[in-house]
């Protein structure tokens, strides 16, 4: 098993400080952090396949907890059914670049591809969740273009080796990782 850590530093209106942990196995990867930061506050854990596919997250907000399912394409928030995440693939909390990630890994994008994902998109503070349609665009070795195609919402994105965010311009900066 190989663990990493890693925090970042929220920049701008969101004034954060987050540390992340992700353990790599042959059962999958578990990303497990914590936002610390006013109402941004949370923690979370994330469950991955060994390719990379979501699984399972729990999120928590003070006293209130959500858990995440999807098995086999059907989603479930707190145990009730969720036709309507039906397409998602990935899971984005709002608070954390860490679940950029996620379709950064499991796509494995060649410079200049792209690609649109369907993700459950979780909002904190209020853990709600609903369907977001995102876009990624490998435009260098290190760097992806992320773009929301529900909003207009458009950032480059640098990442290290395991495609975890180094700086997210206006949102988040790396403090440390290993």
């Known amino acids: ?30 990303i497990v952090g914590e936002v610390d930061g006013g109402e941004q506050a949370c923690r979370y854990a994330v469950r991955l396949a060994p390719d990379g596919g979501f699984h399972h997250a729990t999120i928590e907000v ?3 907890v959500t858990h995440i399912e999807n098995t086999d394409g059907a989603w479930t928030v707190d145990g009730a059914a969720r036709p309507d995440l039906a397409g998602a693939t990935d899971l984005d909390i709002t608070v954390t ?17 792209h690609a649109d994902v369907v993700v459950a998109w979780v909002h904190v503070p209020s853990l709600e969740v609903q369907l977001s349609r995102q876009r990624y665009t490998r435009v ?20 290290d080796d395991d495609g975890f965010v180094l700086s997210y311009p206006g949102l988040f900066e790396r403090v440390t990782g290993s």
């Open 97 to 113: 670049p860490a679940t950029n990630a996620l379709p950064i890994r499991r796509l494995r994008l060649a410079v200049g591809s």
């Open 1 to 30: 098993m190989r663990t990493t850590r890693i925090s970042w530093t929220g920049v701008g209106s969101a004034e954060t400080v987050e540390r992340c942990t992700t353990e790599y196995s042959d059962d999958g990867i578990r």
């Open 140 to 159: 260098g070795p290190r760097a992806y273009c992320f773009e929301s195609r529900d909003h207009n919402f458009r950032r480059t994105l640098t990442v």
């Open 62 to 64: 003070g006293e209130r």
